[in-house]
């Protein structure tokens, strides 16, 4: 975005639009302050959020006008300030923010936190603006994003359709300017699916590599941290910050003689034509930019299947957190959410050891094949975002969440770095393109993603 563009945006067309490298110049510049770009996040939300199907489950209001303000003072005293100083972010609602209620998206498990969760202190250290606690899937077990207890957002892109999950509050208020990033778990796509639906990029990272102490967890095996924003370049600066590292710009580079692989099963059936044509036209750009695209079959991926019997790890090990509030207060739980949990019941201590002594085969299985690529390819989802009424009997539920967690999964039990980058058309109904890499990787991931996304 020109200069000339961003002098003449509203703040908040700025903080809808804008990238964060871009606010943040702004701000040094002097075109805008933080406080401002708070009153813009508050009023689109004020605007825009609706009471009966929340973006927001709450908004920290006071402490955020006071990080707002603290930026602006530091700044105008030429006192030098953090990476993310005055940017807004929004977390989804189960980080753990001193004084507030950590409620993973229930009514029933109101957990009040004591201290921050390790990446809202290392936000914070930063300067960003925590803006508020965003709405999600209960105790995100859904990559749908539909939440019977505080409403489920619509999507901004496409009214009347899902706006994925589990983290759906999150891309939402990042699609529609309540904040100016947002951060999300990501167990099997949760980062990625709302991401693709709305638009946005949403970054899953090697999970060794952001702290996970104050995430209330789903999976402990799966569960990822990671941002949704709205570029390569934003994702990459807030995953430097919620991994420790000193943010830097990601070094340009040529996509010519990188070689990315397509598996011919699994990640490409039961694709609609919508988003196969998204798919196919980002292959085409690929090549012509000098990459080679190598179709090929992938045996690991498509025995995944076997790692989700009985419910797999997210049955086994939620079942292991929830198990005595179920027995005490199961009557609270949104019912599609209890029962996939209660299948973690009928999963035996052996079940389980099978499951893990299973995954490292094949995590080792996935690590060597990769080796001989610069990278996987494949449809985020391999549907477009399906309307409401589409999921609204269990059965269609069921079947459609399965669906749309199919292709992430893969990075989360192979234990891979994924990125999603919007690759619609405009005014086409949104869909995402997976650039999955080895584990370890992210750094080569969001560089060759960003190359990619100039072409997108």
Not at 80 to 91: K, W
Not at 147 to 174: C, E, F, M, Q
Not at 204 to 223: H, I, N, T, W
Not at 416 to 434: D, E, K, R, V, Y
Request: charge should be negative; glycine fraction near 10%; proline fraction near 6%.
């Amino acid at each position: 975005m020109s200069r000339a563009i961003m002098s003449g945006l509203s703040n908040a067309e700025a903080v809808a639009t804008a990238t964060l490298g871009e606010l943040l110049t702004g701000m040094e510049e002097g075109e805008w302050r933080s406080s401002e770009l708070l009153d813009a996040c508050d009023s689109n939300a004020l605007s825009k959020d609706d009471p009966q199907a929340r973006i927001y489950t709450r908004r920290f209001e006071n402490t955020a006008r006071a990080e707002a303000e603290a930026a602006d003072r530091l700044r105008a005293g030429g006192v030098p300030v953090g990476h993310l100083a005055g940017m807004p972010i929004a977390l989804k609602a189960l980080f753990d923010v001193a004084g507030e209620v950590t409620h993973s998206g229930s009514k029933g498990w109101q957990q009040p936190a004591e201290q921050d969760a390790t990446i809202v202190s290392r936000l914070r250290r930063e300067g960003a603006v925590i803006t508020g606690h965003t709405n999600m899937t209960e105790f995100a077990y859904s990559g749908l994003g539909l939440n019977p207890h505080y409403g489920t957002p619509d999507n901004p892109l496409a009214p009347g359709r899902i706006p994925g999950g589990s983290s759906s509050g999150a891309a939402v208020a990042v699609a529609l300017g309540m904040a100016a990033a947002a951060i999300g778990t990501d167990t099997g796509g949760s980062v990625r699916i709302p991401a693709a639906c709305c638009g946005l990029v949403g970054f899953k990272p090697s999970q060794y590599r952001v702290p996970r102490e104050g995430a209330f967890p789903l999976s402990d095996s799966l569960d990822s941290i990671g941002p949704i924003a709205r570029s390569v370049a934003c994702c990459a600066r807030l995953d430097a910050v919620l991994s420790g590292q000193a943010p830097r710009s990601l070094a340009p580079i040529s996509l010519r003689g990188l070689r990315f692989v397509v598996p011919t099963d699994h990640v490409l059936d039961s694709m609609d034509s919508a988003v196969s044509e998204a798919f196919t036209r980002s292959l085409r750009l690929l090549q012509e930019a000098g990459a080679s695209i190598i179709e090929a079959p992938a045996p690991v991926l498509a025995s995944l299947p076997e790692l989700m019997e009985g419910g797999g790890f997210t049955a086994a090990e939620s079942y292991f957190v929830h198990r005595q509030w179920l027995a005490d207060h199961g009557e609270e739980y949104d019912p599609r959410v209890r029962s996939r949990i209660e299948k973690g019941a009928a999963l035996s201590a052996a079940d389980y050891l099978e499951l893990c002594r299973r995954r490292q085969a094949k995590k080792r299985q996935a690590d060597e094949w990769l080796q001989a690529f610069d990278g996987l390819l494949a449809p985020t989802i391999p549907v477009v975002p399906p309307r409401m009424e589409e999921v609204a009997k269990d059965g269609d539920y069921a079947r459609l969440n399965l669906l749309i967690l199919r292709n992430p999964m893969v990075a989360n039990l192979l234990d891979l770095c994924a990125i999603t980058l919007p690759n619609h058309q405009p005014g086409a109904l949104p869909s995402g393109l997976m650039l999955v890499g080895r584990n370890g990787a992210d750094a080569d991931l969001l560089r060759q993603a960003q190359a990619i996304e100039a072409l997108l």
